[in-house]
């Protein structure tokens, strides 16, 4: 800790009125030791970790802090405010405030002091001796360890604990550091034997701060109402898990994070409270209060109860989300979780079969089978094997969406009515559609059959041999004999129509799939718009309506990250340093066709940059129905242009909708009201969209 923090990093009379003050006055004096490389990219750092939960905790205190490629070595810096600092806290204003930096690669052992200083945050002896130091080097001896908190001071207000008199100085316990069982002081829960024991585990998106103070801060609650509580703490420094004996004898578990918990199924089938980092902070009694009574009515995970099994009963969805979510984030969840895992198979196959043609010619779709006619030292029967591999991985688009649209919602139950059922609705001629439909009703089988109550004997043979084979039997009948065929004509239908599609009516198609592919910049709206395209060529001889759509949707994907890079080139001044290096990248992941080089330009400014988008990719879509432009693969970007029907006048559309957005974006934001001040950064470097003039960075008024 001695190179972490010294005099010249502390401020006993910080006036700052407001976190980004106070971040900026402290970070500066990190960059006048040569700590921090660049202020206004290390502020806008803080910004983005602050936005994603406030830094401040009950007992008065702020802790902003992140990780940061502008942080040369892990550093400290403390202020003590008498008027208070407002960093979200539910009691209040804080008066102490720590800025932490860590380099993006800071190693294990900084990571592990760090973790000690916020865990000393939880003794209200540590606290009260800060507000009542006399200068910034005791203040800072005190804070390296160097001088002990008086022990006598006990006057001060108690931290988010609620410790006031410990003399507990962060250290862990033996029990959690070591992973090992906690000694037996005989009571039994509910009888004389043995105390009520815990395990737990926190986490917090950076885990430096948050992650630690909450361990302490259950561990001091434990120690105050005589229950042992161990605590993993899953941090940057890494976790060590919990003995599997410690988990075995444990009453409950208390989960406390904000992001997911590492190896979750550990705890499956015992009483959990399951609950954000800050709430064991500011609350642990609380929650060692519902484990217990959770306990004691015999309530327990789902996985043991109904024999789901993984993750404590979640399934991938859940564990990737937050409770309370309603059912249609679920549904579009469990449709993304599908795609996800069909979008490989596409680029893969896709760019293979694009290969094919561009060695072969158009006409390699008719060659016979490599198996059986294959000459080493003819590019035909290359282009054809590149061609038929490409098929054969395209082929699993639909059971593999399917399949994962299940998995997303019953875990791995689902997988194999899933791809029972996308292989039908290949069989059918059901489609895209047919896959949707298949994998939402595969998961729902699987999950009312596992709400069936099963004698305990049978539990083991049900993830292996009843659940596969019921639900492969109810889907593949379902799929089968009752809407299969109503799907399939759906699906024609609307093959039939798209093919119908000229003049008018194509390109209003187009400029909608443009705005579709430029209003979440890879997010669902654009994944719907991109699967629909994919799904129109996921065929051996796809339809030129098909391969149009294709065409203006890869076109219209690729202007968002285009525009913003000419934008930062040609009108520097309107962003950031850190928007201007973000522009470099964003040239080449444009020309790649990855929509979300946009990202954070649109993160740091959506109400300017998001339209913008949109009105350049309705123009890129539009016009490249219009020129009748198509394509086969589908992924590429440039780098495909040669297997572009109507190449030249695909660029020209591509570099129109470019033009269009970029110069909105700049009439835009040039007429924002300029400020006197550096706004608030968000993430990605561009400024806090929440604030009242999003955008650049403005030069700070003398």
């Known amino acids: 800790m001695s190179d972490m923090i010294t005099a010249d990093l502390v401020d006993l009379d910080l006036s700052a009125d407001s976190k980004e003050a ?330 293979l079969i694009a290969l094919g043609f561009a060695i072969g010619g158009y006409e390699i779709n008719k060659a016979p089978s490599v198996m ?68 939402l009703i595969s998961g729902a089988v699987v999950l009312a059959i596992q709400r069936v109550p099963i004698p305990k004997a049978l539990r083991g043979i049900m993830p292996v041999v009843v659940i596969p084979l019921v639900s492969a039997a109810v889907v593949g009948f379902l799929m089968f004999v009752v809407i299969g065929k109503p799907i399939a004509s759906a699906q024609s239908g609307m093959t039939d129509w798209l093919n119908g599609l000229s003049g008018a009516n194509a390109v209003l198609l187009g400029a909608l799939l443009g705005l579709m592919m430029c209003f979440d910049l890879g997010g669902p709206v654009n994944k719907v718009a991109y699967t629909f395209a994919t799904a129109g060529i996921a065929v051996a001889s796809p339809s030129d309506s098909a391969m149009k759509i294709m065409a203006a949707v890869m076109a219209a994907g690729m202007v968002p990250p285009l525009a913003m890079a000419l934008a930062t080139t040609v009108r520097g001044r309107l962003f950031n340093a850190a928007e201007r290096e973000n522009g470099k990248a964003a040239w080449v992941l444009g020309a790649s066709f990855i929509s979300e080089g946009a990202i954070p330009f649109a993160a740091a400014d959506p109400l300017r940059v998001i339209p913008s988008s949109m009105v350049g990719g309705a123009v890129t879509g539009a016009l490249s129905m219009a020129f009748g432009a198509t394509l086969r693969a589908p992924h590429g970007g440039i780098f495909v242009v040669p297997l572009i029907g109507n190449p030249l006048l695909y660029l020209v559309a591509i570099a129109a909708g470019v033009c269009v957005t970029t110069a909105l974006v700049i009439v835009l934001k040039g007429l924002r009201k300029p400020v006197t001040g550096t706004p608030a950064q968000g993430p990605g470097g561009g400024a806090d969209p929440s604030a009242p003039t999003p955008g650049a960075e403005q030069p700070v008024a003398a």
């Open 22 to 351: 106070a971040a900026r006055a402290l970070a500066e004096r990190m960059v006048a030791l040569g700590r921090v490389t660049d202020l206004d990219g290390f502020l806008a750092d803080v910004a983005a970790r602050e936005a994603q939960m406030p830094t401040g905790l009950d007992g008065g205190i702020g802790i902003p802090h992140c990780r940061s490629e502008h942080v040369t070595e892990p550093t400290l810096a403390f202020g003590r405010s008498a008027a208070g600092v407002d960093f979200g806290a539910a009691d209040g204003p804080a008066d102490l405030i720590f800025l932490i930096a860590a380099p993006a690669g800071a190693d294990d052992a900084h990571l592990t002091i760090l973790s000690s200083l916020a865990r000393q945050l939880m003794n209200a002896e540590f606290t009260a001796a800060l507000r009542s130091a006399g200068d910034a080097t005791a203040a800072a001896a005190l804070i390296r360890g160097e001088e002990p908190a008086p022990a006598e001071d006990t006057a001060a207000p108690e931290g988010p604990a609620g410790d006031a008199g410990t003399a507990d100085t962060g250290a862990v316990p033996a029990a959690a550091s070591a992973g090992t069982a906690p000694g037996s002081t005989g009571q039994q829960p509910g009888g004389p034997d043995r105390p009520f024991r815990i395990v737990a585990v926190t986490s917090c998106p950076t885990g430096i701060a948050h992650t630690y103070m909450a361990a302490e801060s259950l561990e001091n609650a434990g120690r105050e109402e005589g229950v042992e509580v161990v605590v993993e703490t899953q941090g940057s420094a890494g976790f060590t898990r919990l003995d599997p004996a410690v988990i075995a004898a444990a009453d409950g578990v208390i989960l406390a994070h904000d992001v997911a918990v590492r190896e979750k199924d550990r705890f499956a089938g015992k009483p959990t409270v399951d609950t954000g980092v800050k709430a064991a902070i500011n609350r642990p009694g609380e929650l060692i209060g519902e484990v217990r009574d959770k306990a004691a009515r015999g309530e327990v995970t789902a996985s043991a109860a109904g024999g789901r099994g993984g993750d404590g009963g979640a399934t991938p969805v859940e564990r990737g989300g937050e409770s309370g979510e309603g059912y249609g984030t679920k549904l579009r969840k469990w449709l993304m979780s599908g795609v996800s895992y069909m979008v490989p198979f596409v680029a893969a196959g896709g760019l």
């Open 372 to 439: 059986d006619h294959f000459v080493w030292t003819q590019a035909d029967s290359w282009a054809a094997l590149l061609f038929q591999i490409g098929g054969v991985a395209f082929a699993f688009l639909v059971p593999v969406l399917a399949g994962y649209i299940a998995y997303g919602m019953a875990d791995r139950p689902g997988l194999v009515p899933g791809f029972v059922g996308g292989s039908i609705a290949l069989t059918i001629n059901a489609g895209f559609l047919g896959g949707l439909a298949a994998g």
